[in-house]
């Protein structure tokens, strides 16, 4: 039978509720919703990143096919330059000039040809230039709400923190010269517990279990030895004495 003097049983009381506090104060710090915004803004930015890659890759492709198909209009041009020159110079004899002009006119053709080529890959480049900045602008605003959300959790991480300190410095003193037998025996029921190893008896009610005990065993509870250290028969905690005229724990 453990026994603890009354005194250190009731002051039980108050490090249960600090370490209730704590298991609280520690449960918000995971559960915080701006984990939830960091994950959402960091899977958006993964969209974002990915569409920027394949629009940038898109837009360095089409400019390289635009100045390929701008050196080729310009080698047409060139060629049917040279062939109106030479169809122009005195020396030509009738058969050239006749061949040259057949040359041009289907330079001509080809050049109108190529001009369209490079006009509608132009216009693809365009396309994907315009969605290449919108990708960026889109990217740079989750940044900067990344940014914000970041700072926004760690103030809220540090609040909980400080006062997370607060309610272990404050445990300590009141822990402090506590029984160390009982001190023990409520560790170990609150790993086993949920957190929970001591209660308040109040009337015939286990705080802990919250559920009414027989009025024998209340009776034989009451009439046990102050040091006695009481187990309430339906949770396993301990249950304290004398706590009526205390505020419940919260
Ligand atoms: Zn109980």
């Given at each position: 039978?453990?026994?603890?003097?009354?005194?250190?049983q009731?002051?039980?009381?108050?490090?249960?509720?600090?370490?209730?506090?704590?298991?609280?104060?520690?449960?918000q710090?995971?559960?915080?919703?701006?984990h939830?915004?960091?994950?959402?803004?960091?899977s958006?930015l993964?969209d974002?990143?990915?569409?920027?890659?394949?629009?940038?890759?898109?837009?360095?492709?089409?400019?390289?096919?635009?100045a390929?198909a701008?050196?080729?209009?310009?080698?047409?041009?060139?060629?049917?330059?040279?062939?109106?020159?030479?169809?122009?110079s005195?020396?030509?004899?009738?058969?050239?000039?006749?061949?040259l002009?057949?040359?041009?006119?289907?330079?001509a053709?080809?050049?109108?040809?190529?001009?369209?080529?490079?006009?509608?890959?132009?216009?693809?480049?365009?396309?994907?230039?315009?969605?290449?900045?919108?990708v960026?602008?889109?990217?740079?605003?989750?940044?900067?709400?990344?940014?914000?959300?970041?700072?926004?959790?760690?103030?809220?991480?540090?609040?909980l923190?400080?006062?997370?300190a607060?309610?272990?410095?404050?445990?300590?003193?009141v822990?402090?010269?506590?029984?160390?037998?009982?001190?023990?025996?409520?560790?170990?029921?609150?790993?086993?517990?949920g957190?929970?190893?001591?209660?308040?008896?109040r009337?015939?009610?286990?705080?802990?279990?919250?559920?009414?005990?027989?009025?024998?065993?209340?009776?034989?509870?009451?009439?046990?030895?102050?040091?006695?250290?009481?187990?309430?028969?339906?949770?396993?905690?301990?249950?304290?004495?004398?706590?009526?005229?205390?505020?419940?724990?919260?």
């Amino acid at each position: 039978m453990t026994t603890a003097p009354a005194p250190d049983q009731l002051r039980l009381l108050d490090v249960q509720a600090l370490d209730t506090r704590a298991q609280q104060l520690a449960h918000q710090r995971r559960v915080h919703p701006a984990h939830e915004r960091a994950t959402e803004l960091a899977s958006r930015l993964a969209d974002l990143e990915a569409a920027y890659v394949t629009s940038k890759t898109a837009v360095s492709d089409l400019r390289r096919e635009v100045a390929k198909a701008e050196a080729d209009v310009e080698q047409v041009r060139t060629r049917a330059a040279r062939d109106q020159a030479r169809l122009a110079s005195a020396a030509v004899s009738a058969k050239d000039a006749q061949a040259l002009t057949h040359e041009i006119a289907a330079l001509a053709r080809r050049q109108s040809d190529l001009e369209e080529i490079e006009l509608e890959v132009m216009e693809r480049l365009e396309a994907h230039e315009t969605t290449l900045a919108e990708v960026g602008k889109a990217r740079d605003e989750v940044l900067a709400q990344q940014e914000e959300a970041a700072g926004i959790l760690e103030r809220a991480l540090a609040t909980l923190d400080e006062e997370l300190a607060q309610v272990a410095a404050e445990r300590e003193q009141v822990a402090h010269g506590l029984d160390a037998g009982l001190l023990a025996l409520y560790d170990r029921l609150r790993a086993q517990l949920g957190g929970s190893g001591a209660a308040a008896l109040r009337g015939r009610r286990c705080e802990g279990c919250r559920l009414d005990l027989n009025p024998s065993d209340v009776e034989k509870i009451k009439a046990a030895p102050p040091e006695q250290v009481v187990r309430c028969e339906e949770c396993g905690r301990i249950l304290v004495r004398g706590a009526d005229g205390r505020s419940a724990a919260s």
